[in-house]
Structure formats: C-alpha cells, structure tokens
C-alpha cells in the first residue's frame, strides 16, 4: 500500500516551520502560515535562504512541486482560513522568546489559537481536524490552547478537533537530520488523539527514505510540556557541569578534561554526548527554557537554585578569555583581539545568546581594538558595537586577515576550518603568538612545540585558567 498524501498546515514558519514544510512537503500538500509575508513569498518563490543543510534544496522541490500540485500553488501563502478549512493536520512552530525578566511570552501561542478558533467555526466536510502544538510552552499552556480554540469556534476538543501536544527536539544546524531521525516523538493528549498521530508519524516514518521514527513516547499535556524543558535543562546541565571540571582540570599540571569526559561517558548512565567543555551554550533554546523552568518553579514556592546555578556557571565561563587576556596584559587599550567565530555553534548563521558576542563587547569595554572572522554570521549581529565602538571593531574575510596583527586570539565557535589553522598562522601573522582557544578545535602540542601561547579550556598545562574574584562582567 501506497503513502497517502496529507494536508499539512504550517503556522509559524522559523527554522522549525521551514524544516517541517521541507521534510513533510517532499509527500504532502503543504499550507504555510506566518505574520512575516516575506518568509511566505520567499516560500512561494522557492528562494528561501537558510543556513540549514539540505533545507533550501527540500523547500525548493515542495516549490517546484507545484506545477503538479495546484492545491500547492494556490495555497504556499495561505490565508488563516485556507489553513484552517483545508489542512487536516495543522501544526503550530510559533516562537515563545523571553520576556526581559527571563518568563516567556506567550503572545504568539495565544494569537495562533484565537485565528485557529476564529477560522475553525467555518470549517466543514467530514475530517476531524489535528492540530499539534510544538512550541516550547510551560505545563497548563496546552489546557489554555485548547480553551481559546474552543471559545472562539464554539466546537468541542475531542469531538469536532484535537488538539495533541509534541515538543520538537531537533538543533539548529541538523534541522533536517533530527527531523528524519527523531530519538523520540513525544505526544500528550487524549489517548485517541495521541494514538491516532502515532498512527500518522509511523505512516510516514515508514514511507520516506533515511528516515527512522525512533521511540514514541505517548502521555498527556502536562508532562509532554514538562519532558520538553527538562530534556533541554538537563543537556545544559550536563555543559555547565563538565565546564566546571574543565576549569578544575585546568589548575592541574596534566590533567585534560577531554579524558575525563571520555571516560565518565563509558558509564551508560552518563553517556559521552554533552560533555565538551567550552566557553558554554548559547543559542534561543537553553538559556531561555532554563530561566522559564526556573521562573515558573520560582513562582510555584519550589527551590530552582540548581536550575538558576546552570545557567550562572554558564555565563561565568564566558569570562575565561577575558580572566586570561586580563593577566598578559595589564592594559587592553591599545590591543587588538582577533576573534574567530560569531554565531553560537557552528553550521548556522544564529549568533542569538552566543557567547562570542558577550565577549567582544566586553573587549571593547576593556578598550581593546576586536577583528572579527565568521563565515556566516550577519553583519547586522555586530551592528550595536560597530555604532557604540566606531572604528574599534573591524569584520575581516578569513581567519588570517583577523589574525594579522593581532596581539591575542580567541577561538569563540567550532567552525571546521579553525581546525585547519597552523602553527605557522600565529607565529607569522600575529604581532605576538597568544591564543585562547574556547572550543578546543587546535592541537595543543603542536602550537606549544612551534612557540605559540596556548590557553585551551580544560587543559592542565603550565598556562592554567587563573580566577579571579571579580567578574569583568558588571
Ligand atoms: C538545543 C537542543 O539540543 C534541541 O534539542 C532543542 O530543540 C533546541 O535547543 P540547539 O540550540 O540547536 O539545540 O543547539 P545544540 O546543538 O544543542 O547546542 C547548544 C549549545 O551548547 C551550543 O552553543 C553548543 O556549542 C553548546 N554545547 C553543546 C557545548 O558547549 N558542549 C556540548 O557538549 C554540547
């Protein structure tokens, strides 16, 4: 038996909207709704540009899918109501980002659900409609989805629509990866619902090429949104704990919290995943759904010091190539820091939270000059400093052209290419031969051999991560 074409709404095209239309629309109609009219003629152009792999050349077939597909091309910049009339799976990716006091915001969540409601009531013909909520939202949120849906089209969930609550996983920068080899597919809901939307994941797990369904994991609202910031929380953990190590392994003459790391990742209890140890996370998910979880926590009377501590540890790592840098030189004016890498890890064009930029403002609050490389990180991520700093923060093409000159380096993001750089590339370029490198991509030996000043985060060589009492941060 063949794969049965589904009409799949899309509401809140991000990269989580964007990598479902691409995945899902390779055997499905597809109905993409947003409140940016650009993403959507970009769509109904086929010229989408995203830092993704594989996502533009998914999108682009979906597109030319088209001149097969009339529904499609009728329907790439749906109205509300198409989306609502015509698709019998409607998943909703809307954004919920912080709130200056670290809870989020559920503006989006709530408007989606008033139009869905709103459009809902036209609605006829004989499907019952699904409708999955994937946005990170804390417990209760998907109670009130459904309360608004059923206010404003005056139909009963269970009856006239579902609504089936499933947190996406997948990391930026393997979007499409994660999406067709999902660990886990968590569903909460009532068990017919969440039955039902198991039976159309394993219909289409089964039917797409490189794709595996994993594990489904079938419960109700409440903990399916739990599952989603305690999967999230704990893998930050994990960060925050083995960058604590590091810097205990970095006072050791010997010591490499790599080995550790290794080792204590043998233990199946552990697991090896998780445990580089860096200058920490960044990205939209961690440090938001830590302070969420820690906030709502908070608010419930219950003690979140471990969750608030994560999230401390973590941007306190972000002050080790300013401790360093700090104790070469007594006086930053008149430096140039050469920075490698902007966005918050490699393989995306994301800088959101990345700890790069928290350290080059901070260079130049020290009066430092900062040359920058990142292959893909926007200009407009540097534009406040490039106004409040002029002429002191300077974006060169390659990792050379920020190394010339430049009195100490810092390795911010693991961008392949770090990897590549020589010995040869310090001694010769730099005006003196010091680097930092926060995400462990050089080799040591080497460099140390050849007479550069090797900092590497974790390692317990005679160049030891020195603390201090006072943050540089104020
Ligand atoms: C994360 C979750 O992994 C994903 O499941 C969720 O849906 C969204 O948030 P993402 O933000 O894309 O995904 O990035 P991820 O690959 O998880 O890395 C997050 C940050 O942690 C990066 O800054 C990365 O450099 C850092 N990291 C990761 C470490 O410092 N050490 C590690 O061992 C792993």
């Known amino acids: 038996m063949g794969y049965d074409s589904k009409r799949i709404g899309i509401i809140g095209m991000g990269y989580v909207g964007l990598a479902l239309a691409g995945v899902y629309g390779q055997s499905n109609y597809i109905y993409c709704l947003d409140i940016n009219p650009h993403i959507l003629t970009d769509i109904q152009n086929g010229t989408v540009k ?98 608004i849906i059923e206010k404003y089209s005056k139909k009963k969930e269970g009856e006239d629509f579902f609504v089936v609550y499933s947190p996406e996983f997948l990391r930026e920068g393997r979007a499409v990866f994660d999406l067709k080899n999902p660990n886990k597919i968590v569903l909460g809901g009532r068990p017919y619902a969440v039955k039902h939307m198991q039976a159309f994941f394993e219909d289409f797990y089964k039917n797409t090429k490189d794709a595996t369904s994993g594990t489904f994991f079938l419960t109700n609202y409440v903990n399916a949104e739990m599952i989603k910031y305690a999967n999230n929380c704990f ?57 969420a979880l820690a906030n709502y926590g908070d ?7 471990f969750l608030w501590e994560i999230d401390t540890v973590n941007l306190e790592q972000r002050e080790l190539p300013l401790h360093i840098i700090n104790n070469v030189f007594s006086d930053l004016k008149g430096k140039t820091i050469a920075v490698l890498g902007l966005t918050f890890k490699p393989n ?6 990345s700890p790069a930029l928290q350290i080059v403002r901070l260079l130049l609050s020290y009066g430092a000059t900062v040359t920058v490389y990142d292959p893909k990180a926007p200009d407009k991520a540097l534009a406040d400093v490039v106004v409040k700093y002029p002429g002191k923060i300077i974006r060169l093409p390659s990792a050379k052209y920020a190394l010339k000159g430049a009195d100490f380096a810092v390795i911010c993001t693991e961008w392949e290419e770090f990897s590549r750089l020589e010995a040869d590339d310090f001694m010769l370029l730099m005006e003196s031969p010091y680097v930092f490198d926060g995400r462990r991509v050089l080799d040591p030996e080497k460099l140390i051999k050849a007479g550069v000043h090797y900092y590497g985060v974790g390692y317990g060589n005679s160049n030891a991560i020195p603390r201090t009492e006072t943050s540089p941060f104020n």
Not at 96 to 118: D, F, M, Q, R
Request: glycine share 8%.
């Open 235 to 291: 893998l930050a953990s994990k960060i925050s704990f083995i960058n604590q190590i590091a810097n205990i392994c970095a006072k050791i003459p010997g010591a490499d919290v790599n080995n550790i790391a290794m080792a204590i990742g043998l233990d199946h209890r552990i697991s090896p995943q998780f445990l580089r140890a860096g200058l920490g996370f960044g990205g939209s998910c961690f440090t938001k759904d830590l302070e």
């Open 348 to 353: 995306t064009d994301d800088v959101r939270d």
């Open 50 to 147: 995203c830092a993704e792999p594989e996502l533009e050349e998914l999108l682009k077939i979906v597109h030319d899918k088209k001149k097969h597909i009339v529904q499609l091309s009728q329907t790439m910049s749906a109205k509300p109501r198409e989306v609502v009339e015509r698709a019998d799976y409607i998943f909703v990716t809307v954004g919920t980002p912080s709130l200056e006091n670290g809870e989020i915001s559920l503006g989006h969540v709530w408007a989606v659900a008033e139009t869905i409601g709103k459009e809902l009531q036209y609605r006829t013909g004989w499907k019952t409609p699904y409708i999955i909520l994937k946005s990170t939202v804390l417990p209760g949120t998907t109670r009130k989805f459904v309360n």
């Open 299 to 305: 608010k419930m009377g219950v003690s979140t010091d």
